[in-house]
Nanobody, 114 residues
């Protein structure tokens, strides 16, 4: 399984960015995909994940600002990030959970300037 992430960048506070993550390889229909992030000096944390059945879970810090969507036909998840804050600055990692297995994509940097 390979995860290809894209969409990071530099944005001013209050701005928006959209991250994409496309999965390829031996992907079964039942899985969970989403995004985690890691800021300098901090542990990696969940941002938002969605199951193939349609359930979505968000970190409290992003609720109401970020929206995760998935296109099961394309094995792709999208993270629309609005009203970005400087504290959202981090490396964002795509993740796919499939049974016992966890796959990570390469990180994409999101920097929000104040």
């Amino acid at each position: 399984v390979q995860l290809q992430a894209s969409g990071g960048g530099l944005v001013q506070a209050g701005g928006s960015l959209r991250l994409s993550c496309a999965a390829s390889g031996s992907i079964f229909s039942i899985n969970t995909m989403g995004w985690y992030r890691q800021a300098p000096g901090k542990q990696r944390e969940l941002v938002a994940v969605a199951t193939s059945g349609g359930s979505t879970n968000y970190a409290d810090s992003v609720k109401g600002r970020f929206t995760l969507s998935r296109d099961n036909a394309k094995n792709t998840v999208y993270l629309q990030m609005n009203s970005l804050k400087p504290e959202d600055t981090a490396v964002y990692y795509c993740r796919l959970d499939r049974g016992w297995y966890i796959y990570w994509g390469q990180g994409t940097q999101v920097t929000v300037s104040s």
